[in-house]
């Protein structure tokens, strides 16, 4: 499987913050939904989409007052 | 919950006639019936004629208690799946069905204003019936009750009258009831509780559904409105008509349509019901699908909230439960009724057989293993379904509505709006699927083959038309000519009991039909390949048309060996 460098991963992250930036606070939590059922599509393969699903999960925090 | 005063309502919905069938009190010894009854049925709606007609096919007569005089008033449940026509069929009334009901192949579902999905239930040419059809209940129960008027010495409906009380042990079962005014008792072998969700008898043994129940509400209004949209399922998501929730419709006979609409959790179900309230809410929605220059009005009100219930047990002692007295489904992909007579035929054969002696009463649990395993696979997909329907949580709706709005420009992820419409249950797993040979394709033991055209002395016909109230072997001979040991089992079988037929599918020669046997001609060898047979190869049917085994050299010890562990025999 491919795997992202890390400026890829730059890459891949900033085009992530500047997309929720623009969906805004109203869209954002739609639009992420959205990224993960594309994602999931890409991914392919059940078992590591439920390990990042769960992975996702774990030891969540509460956001700090800037996020 | 019907909104008609209770007599507009009785007398006509479309072409249908509403028939009060008066009571009638059976002679009575000081308040008992003398005649003891083999089989009493508690409830006569689809699924307790049904079984009342299934043993009937068996001799095995049964009295049939319904509390009301007419059968049920609104529509209900208006979708009969393709395994549903095919029991229908064996009950010998699915004509009348066919020539009311319409038959459909799939349907659409919008976002807002846009087709995201266009699903088709599996259909091809070879099929003997169509996937599914709709029509009303009460003209199901009709076509069942006119079917059981034709039956008087096998199938005794008491109208008005309801059961009131319970006794029963390992000898029988004693049960009160009142007709009218007129209090008595009366005793049977066996009771078959299909009183449905709110069941007496269930109650009365004190007995739970458990499961999960959903928070989301649905009404669910039937107008008459002529239009000549097609039949098919149409789902609307966050329409014009109802934002941020859910909208249904369903053709039905008689230019009767349903539409089912979601309302907000915390809604108030007897305001939400109010007449002037449910046609504001259906004037909208013609105008948004471009039919409200029709003339149309409302007929049937009722409400709707989703849960997904099971008894632990199906069998307490002399006491059965089928239908939705067993188990609660979610309206969501048809499996309520349709569950119900996979019930009753499933357990039909299994009374039969051990009322007539031919098998042990541990026939009749297996009655609970297969048709428990059967809800848990129907309430998976029904749950699913359920959920995307009636989102249960925050996640569910937020999920949906990323799946909803990029299904137009991905349409592989539009499935998951796929109303997962019932199919028929295979029973694999089950302790009445017998060891047998290894086949490449064909049929599981514990499913129900595939349905394909064949010749027989009486025309064309289908595998499906095969199994009846006998066990059916199908023997894969291409020349008609069984081996000659294989033969003479098969003769022994056919003379014994309980009740054997032989089937053999040959490729060439003459159908033909001679007591227990007939020879069915395959002529492209379409039957041979859909069972995966080889020559010789023989399918076991049971009398509900699941495979019992399948073998590929079969002995007259595996024959028999195969009868003594179906009738639950050491």
Known sequence: MPRLDELQRDEAY???????????????????????????????????????????????????PAA | MAILSRETAMSRIGSFEFFRHPTRVPPLQGGREAQRHRVVIAGGGPVGLGLALALSRWGIASVVIEADHTVC???????????????????????PFLAKGLPWEGGRSFYRGDQILHF????????????????????????????????????DIRWGTEVTGIEHNDAGVALRARAGDTPYSLQADWLVACDGGQSFVRRHLGLKLEGTAFEGKYIIADIELASDYPTERRAWFDPASNPGYTVLMHKQPDDIWRIDYQIPDDADLDEAMQPARVTGFIRGHLAMIGEAHRPWKLVWTSAYRAGAMT???????????????????????????NSGWDDAFNLSWKLAFVLQGWAGERLLDTYTEERIHGYRVNAASAIKSTEFMAPPSRGFWLMREAALSLA??????????????????????????????????????GSVPDDCPVESARGPCHLSDLPGPHLTAVLFASDGTPAPPLDEALRALEGGEPPWCSVIVARLGEPWRQGRREQVIDPEGLAFSRCGALEGSLYLLRPDGHVAGRWHRPTAATLQ????????RP
């Open chain 1, 14 to 64: 900033r085009a992530c913050c500047l997309a929720i930036s623009a969906a805004g606070p109203q869209r954002e939590t739609l639009y992420l939904a959205r990224l993960v059922l594309l994602l999931m599509e890409e991914v392919g393969d059940l078992p590591r989409c439920l390990a990042a699903v769960e992975a996702a999960a774990r030891d969540l925090p509460t956001p700090g």
């Open chain 2, 561 to 568: 060996a195969a009868v003594a562990s179906l009738c639950a």
């Open chain 2, 408 to 445: 137009l420009a991905r349409p592989e992820i539009a499935s998951v709006a796929n109303p997962r419409q019932t199919s028929t249950i295979s029973y694999e797993g089950s302790s009445l699927n017998l060891p047998g040979d290894d086949f490449i394709g064909g049929t599981m033991p």
């Open chain 2, 120 to 155: 088709r239930m599996p259909h091809d040419q070879r099929q003997k019936l169509p996937p599914m059809i709709n029509i009303q209940q009460y003209w199901i129960e009709q076509f069942l009750v006119e079917a059981a008027q034709r039956l008087p010495e096998l199938i």
């Open chain 2, 311 to 337: 008894l632990a047990d199906y069998r307490h002692g002399r006491v059965l439960f089928a239908g939705n007295s067993a188990h609660a489904l979610p309206i969501f992909g048809v499996r309520g009724l």
């Open chain 2, 73 to 95: 008033e609104g529509s209900r449940a208006i979708c009969i799946s393709r395994r549903s026509l095919e029991i229908l069929d064996q009950l010998g009334v699915l004509a």
